[in-house]
């Protein structure tokens, strides 16, 4: 199955409470937010935290809303009871050919953590990745001190294939990497869709 249609042809996407928007210029301050706060700079990027000028940002934020990559799809989440926009989610080193992809998922607002938001997501994102890109492999990393994200990933089928030891540098201390995947006829059997009918894309 090709994968080239950009994401504004494959959204909306919705599961329960939460539905996939492409990137919207319009939101780019609370996207701007997201990326210069230290808390979730720490739980989601290798490079030390440094706040970013808001015309740097812009310019990538740019690329990633005007053009499309077959490597990558990138994601806003909005809750679907009040239409607020809570977070991002991606695919990212998507490869047809291996039928691969890494993902990941932040919810930026803080008061829909801990209340199931990134557990929904993250299984719309891996339906997306399963039935619309036909993927036979879907990976996530976490640190080791990110417990939040490595419960979620194991809670949906992930199995912990490996560890980068003292991988990363931070808090005066060394911290290991690990790397989770879960493939197709896994997700099929453990998780599936709950949906009535498979997931469907605009395109």
């Not at 806003?76 to 991606?90: K, M, N, P, T, W």
């Not at 197709?184 to 869709?193: F, L, M, T, V």
Request: net charge negative; proline share 3%; aromatic share 12%.
């Amino acid at each position: 199955m090709s994968i080239t249609f950009p994401v504004d042809q494959v959204t909306p996407l919705t599961r329960d409470r939460v539905r996939f928007e492409p990137l919207q210029m319009e939101n780019i301050h609370t996207h701007f937010q997201w990326n210069n706060d230290a808390e979730l700079n720490r739980l989601d990027s290798e490079l030390p935290y440094e706040e970013e000028s808001f015309g740097t940002f812009k310019k990538r934020f740019e690329r990633l809303c005007t053009e499309p990559s077959n490597s990558h799809r990138h994601f806003e989440i909005h809750s679907r009871e009040d239409e607020e926009l809570i977070g991002v989610a991606f695919a990212i080193r998507i490869s047809e050919h291996n039928r691969h992809a890494l993902v990941g998922i932040t919810i930026g607002e803080r008061e829909y953590w801990g209340q199931g938001y990134g557990k929904e997501s993250l299984r719309l994102l891996l339906e997306y990745c399963f039935e619309a890109l036909d993927l036979h492999r879907v990976s996530a990393e976490t640190f080791e001190y990110n417990t939040t994200w490595r419960d979620l990933v194991e809670g949906l089928g992930f199995r912990k294939e490996g560890t980068a030891r003292d991988y990363l540098y931070r808090d005066g201390q060394f911290w290991d990497k690990e790397m989770y995947a879960v493939l197709e006829d896994e997700y099929a059997e453990r998780i599936g869709s709950s949906r009535e009918e498979p997931l469907e894309t605009a395109a």
